[in-house]
């Protein structure tokens, strides 16, 4: 099982073996429309500069270029796209010093006059059997309230998806059952009848094989009587992975899924049980 340490003091140490010295730091790009300009920016850090940069597979929307900045630290994508489709495409950069990261993307562009409702959530996180598993589809646009359906395929066994309130949500949350692949399609229709439907895939794994041990200073407050972790699967939504306040200023969150991407963030409760701010958010990737 590998394990690497992360600090909740914006810091993050991780093991040579999970993160070279050059790192892709975009983990998303906006999805578009046809006829309307689109522009997203992939960010690159650590190593060497210059960087050169590569679509190491799939292909970008149709009309739409990358271009590397100045700085060679940013990759650009630009232009108006011109049809409407589901793009899979890598992106892989590569520092002065030969040092590699790749990520993946997803980006639906949907057609014009589509009523204005976009699914925003380009992927979602992959989990294990017997843990809980919890995930968020945004979508944004057009007019409230939206209806969600499982388009095609099938959630993982034990999953189960709900609206939110606001109807802007679709959460899916429950304990998968069976390891396995599995993919699906997610649609949301406006009240304008407004369509958007995106594509995922989901890998639940039978154990978890990775560990992030979490590390932070103590509280200089007198009253703190302990601590609280959240993770995130995106940096926006939160979800609190401790049972019972933390004493130490040490937590190792064993529940983390292969080739995914985790926020987490911390807080102090003190004896009234108040609970501070979080933190700033450290990321970590799993391998």
Request: hydrophobic content about 40%.
């Amino acid at each position: 099982m590998k394990s690497w340490l992360l600090s909740l003091l914006l810091v993050a140490f991780m093991s040579p073996c999970v993160v070279a010295s050059v790192a892709i730091t975009t983990s998303s790009v906006p999805n578009g429309t046809t006829k309307t300009a689109y522009s997203a920016v992939i960010k690159a850090g650590g190593g060497c500069t210059p960087y050169k940069w590569a679509i190491a597979s799939g292909a970008l929307p149709a009309g739409v270029t990358a271009k590397m900045s100045s700085t060679t630290t940013l990759l650009t994508l630009a232009g108006t796209p011109t049809t409407a489709a589901t793009y899979s495409f890598a992106v892989k950069v590569t520092g002065c010093g030969g040092y590699v990261s790749q990520v993946s993307y997803k980006v639906v562009i949907q057609a014009a006059g589509s009523g204005g409702v976009a699914i925003t959530t380009s992927s979602v996180p992959n989990g294990t059997t017997k843990t809980a598993y919890s995930a968020v589809i945004k979508a944004s646009g057009g007019c409230t309230p939206y209806k969600w359906t499982i388009a095609s395929g099938a959630l993982p066994a034990g999953v189960s998806a709900k609206m939110s309130s606001t109807t802007t949500l679709l959460n899916l949350t429950g304990t998968p059952t069976t390891a396995a692949t599995y993919s699906f399609a997610v649609k949301v229709t406006g009240c304008g009848g407004g369509v958007s439907q995106v594509s995922y895939k989901v890998v639940i794994q039978p154990t978890a094989n990775h560990v992030v041990d979490l590390s932070w200073q103590a509280s200089t407050s007198g009253n703190v009587v302990g601590y609280n972790i959240y993770r995130s699967p995106d940096g926006a939504t939160w979800k609190k992975i401790n049972v019972s306040l933390i004493a130490s200023t040490l937590y190792s969150d064993s529940t983390v899924a292969n080739s995914t991407t985790y926020y987490y963030a911390g807080t102090a409760v003190d004896i009234y049980g108040h609970e501070s701010t979080k933190t700033a958010a450290v990321k970590a990737v799993v391998p």
